[in-house]
């Protein structure tokens, strides 16, 4: 976020919002696209295709939900939601 605090105030209580509101939800789409294509040129050339790429991406981001909830439950986030 240090990058957006020539934006917004670091004492704005709506910075979250605002934030949100300057990325739109194409951010996180954009993000996912960028992780794809990246994981497609990191691959080895004899293993480039859309089966393994498609299975690459998808273990990843298992792992990443599996890590955000072990987190949220270490440190005590959303508990009782």
């Not at 939800?25 to 960028?34: E, G, L, S």
Request: with cysteine; net charge negative.
């Amino acid at each position: 976020m240090a990058a957006y605090s020539q934006v917004f105030s670091d004492d704005d209580p709506q910075r979250a919002t605002h934030l949100r509101d300057m990325l739109g939800p194409q951010a996180v789409d954009q993000a996912i696209r960028n992780a794809i294509s990246t994981c497609w040129m990191m691959l080895p050339e004899n293993k480039k295709s859309v089966a393994v790429v498609d299975a690459e991406i998808r273990r990843l981001v298992d792992r990443a939900l599996a890590n955000l909830q072990e987190d949220a439950t270490a440190f005590g986030i959303n508990e009782g939601t």
